[in-house]
């Protein structure tokens, strides 16, 4: 049997995920001196409260350590499965993934006879979704592994990413995101950035606005400036803490593409922890 696993951080969870015939990966995170690992939530009352503190900001997220991926993975492996892990782009992780691609490498020289791969989809959030979602209906259709890694490199780099944030601040003192928030200092923090992460997985700041409105609305305009036209994109609207201002941009998209084209949906928690508070993101690629 063949497990398919997507990244804690690609926004998808619950029944959705099983829908898609998905697992999720772990990720680990800490609140005061208490650190677990997180794979879902146990009810509706446990994500009330994991959102509560989440705006609060009282979680961090914890790398896992090599020994806690390859532990969890060449257990799906001893159990008789061949694993296919869709991770977001691994330049996003703390140590650029170093980690995780060795512990791909030294499952499949341990265990010969199965099959471990790990896929950077060199996206993030509803894209890393996406891919892992297709692959796994084509998979489904033909029952050829192989056939369905093909189509996912098809799918990689098709993928953008564009991030408006009401904190600056926040970002600064998130483990994964500081790095590009470097430049970011004095007056700068009282800015709303736009970041972005490419088509290659790279991240970096893109734009900056004075209110956290006016970043959403530079999300739509960000498209139309770089020449691209809209009616050719598929979109995707993630927000945390910003229903109005996601809304709001959706209906703005909807006066072009057809519903079909575009999706308004939440963001994974796990990812409202990384952003550290309000937040819309819009994720598109050209349709297939």
Known sequence: M??????????????????????LAPSKIKKG??????SGYDSKTSQ???DRDIKA??????????????????????DGNDVVYFSISTKL????????????????KK?????????????????????????????????????ALDFADALIGKFVSVIAVDSADSLKNSPVLNVAMQNFTGASINVKPIISIDTDGNFKVLDKTKTFKSAVSKLYSNVKENGLNIADYTFSIVSFNA???????????????????IRLVPLSLNNAILVGGKCVALTFHSKY
Request: aromatic letters at 14%; proline letters at 2%.
């Open 2 to 23: 063949v497990k398919f696993y997507v990244d804690a951080y690609a926004d998808m969870f619950g029944q959705e995920l099983a829908d898609c015939g998905l697992e």
């Open 243 to 261: 229903d109005a201002e996601a809304q709001s941009l959706y209906n703005k998209f909807r006066e072009v593409v057809n519903e079909n084209e």
């Open 57 to 78: 900001q009282k979680y961090q997220i914890v790398p896992l350590t090599y020994q806690e991926w390859y532990d969890f993975f060449e257990k799906e492996i001893l």
């Open 111 to 147: 265990h010969p006879k199965c099959t471990a791969v790990l896929v950077d989809t060199h996206t993030v959030s509803r894209g890393t979704s996406e891919i892992a979602t297709l692959t796994k209906v084509v998979f489904d259709k033909e029952g050829n592994l192989d056939e």
């Open 48 to 50: 009330q409260d994991f």
């Open 33 to 38: 001196r208490s650190t677990s690992i997180f």
């Open 93 to 108: 992780f703390m140590d650029k993934g170093v980690a995780i691609k060795k512990v791909f490498k030294d499952l499949n």
